[in-house]
């Protein structure tokens, strides 16, 4: 794979082109039949139809055909540490974290270990179209040190942090309020901002901070600029059982990260299922986002997300792949079991609504919606481009739709990663299909 690519000679990429306009409202796009889209110096230079757009001298042509181009994929809530504890049986969410994630997160004391990991995992989103993703390391320096090297090789726009746990898991995986705070502080200082790298305080979730160690992340959260939070949120009823017995004092889950001043802007909670209206009222007076991480939450049985009511009342929502929890880093298996948990509470997921969530709906969660997940001039060039007939059976079937919603349908429900063509970020091709 390419790194350090020479950014610096235009490009023009052919191919339909779809890009949505708005991070609220997944009915506003422009679709050009035959687009073209104009790199420069890592960014978008112009996009539109290709009679009208102007390519620029010497500029590199790539015709992708039929395929079609869209902005590069957000994964909104995932664990880079887990790549080799996907598709672990038999286990609730619980049983699951002690069973298989905790001794696995514990090799991540070693940098060798983490690094492989590290870069093994990014290969692997770019090769599913995902440019930017929002992670969780391990409690290990040295496991972020290795992510956020890889992702700055590669020129990636990544969110990520050091988890901090400082009570009910192994020894080995314990910190404390001061090395939560002052780990966090030393690595926001040498990675947030450094190329496209971003920082995010990520304490796992409330049961394993103590009350000291959540008003640590409160802090840092509140004083350090443009930082990110993430944690999880209402994904398991026994989970939440457990949190109640812990913060009696509190309303309830989400409460909980409220009284520590862990809710706001570029705050992301994976999962958030078992809300209350109090709870969606909460999300979006606090300008907190939440992400749907579909097929962890059927493979661990964790429940059905509530999509229509939390979007209805305005909330920011990314979709997320959680591995290893969740079962796929393909964002066509993420969408396809968004639609399944969306049939369960008898609501459509429209496939624009899901490729929308995937892009520039995923960029706002992010509060990156002025800088990714749009092809549009000034925008970060990530991009990725999508072979529409990518399976015999995509191809039988592609004979048979009428719109743009059935082709998009259709990927949704048969494409895996053979339909990634190419990925691109800051305007350099990161992955080519073979
Ligand atoms: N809750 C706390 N940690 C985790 C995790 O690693 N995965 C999931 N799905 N839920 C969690
Ligand atoms: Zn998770």
Redo the contacts with the bound molecule.
């Keep these: 794979m390419s790194a350090n690519p020479d950014i610096n000679s235009p490009l023009a990429l052919k191919g339909q082109v779809l890009s949505f306009n708005d991070g609220a409202d997944a009915s506003q796009y422009d679709y050009w039949e035959k687009g073209c889209v104009v790199i420069e110096d890592g960014l978008i230079a112009a996009v539109g139809d290709a009679a009208s757009v102007t390519v620029p001298e010497g500029a590199g042509v790539v015709d992708h055909g039929d395929d079609l181009i869209m902005a590069g994929f957000v994964d909104g809530h995932v664990?880079y540490p887990?790549m080799s504890v996907i598709a672990s049986y038999g286990a609730k969410?619980i049983d699951w974290?002690n069973t298989y994630?905790f001794p696995e997160e514990a090799k991540f004391s070693n940098e060798d270990y983490a690094s492989a990991t590290a870069e093994f995992f990014l290969a692997e989103s770019l090769k599913n179209g995902y440019t930017t993703s929002a992670v969780?390391c391990t409690i290990h320096p040295q496991s972020v040190d290795a992510f956020f090297s890889e992702a700055e090789r590669l020129g990636l726009r990544m969110v990520a942090g050091k988890v901090l746990m400082d009570r009910h898991v192994p020894d080995n995986l314990c910190d404390t309020p001061q090395l939560a705070y002052d780990q966090s502080k030393t690595l926001i200082e040498k990675w947030h901002g450094k190329g496209r790298n971003l920082y995010a305080i990520t304490p796992?979730?409330a049961p394993t901070s103590t009350p000291e160690q959540l008003e640590v992340a409160g802090a840092l959260y509140q004083e350090s600029d443009g930082v990110y939070v993430q944690s999880?949120v209402s994904?398991n009823v026994d989970e939440i059982k457990w949190v109640g017995e812990l913060f009696p004092e509190a309303n309830s889950y989400l409460d909980v990260y409220k009284r520590f001043n862990l809710l706001g802007p570029r705050s992301l909670y994976?999962h958030g299922i078992h809300f209350s209206d109090a709870d969606i009222a909460m999300t979006v007076e606090t300008d907190t986002s939440i992400v749907h991480?579909p097929t962890?939450n059927l493979f661990?049985g964790s429940g059905l997300f509530d999509y229509e009511s939390l979007r209805d009342a305005g909330a920011r929502i990314a979709l997320g792949t959680?591995v290893g929890?969740g079962t796929s880093l393909s964002p066509f298996a993420t969408m396809k079991a968004a639609y399944e948990i969306a049939q369960f509470r008898d609501y459509s997921l429209s496939p624009f609504a899901a490729f929308h969530m995937l892009t520039l709906g995923g960029a706002r969660a992010l509060h990156l919606d002025d800088k990714i997940g749009r092809l549009a001039p000034g925008y970060e060039a990530d991009l990725t481009v999508l072979d529409l007939n990518s399976t015999d059976l995509i191809h039988h079937r592609m004979q048979n739709v009428d719109s743009l919603a059935d082709t998009l349908f259709a990927q949704i429900v048969l494409a895996d990663d053979r339909a990634i063509r190419a990925t691109y970020a800051n305007g350099a091709e990161v992955y080519k299909r073979n």
């Design positions: 664990h887990q969410l974290l994630t969780f796992r979730f999880h994904e994976g991480c962890s661990l959680d929890g």
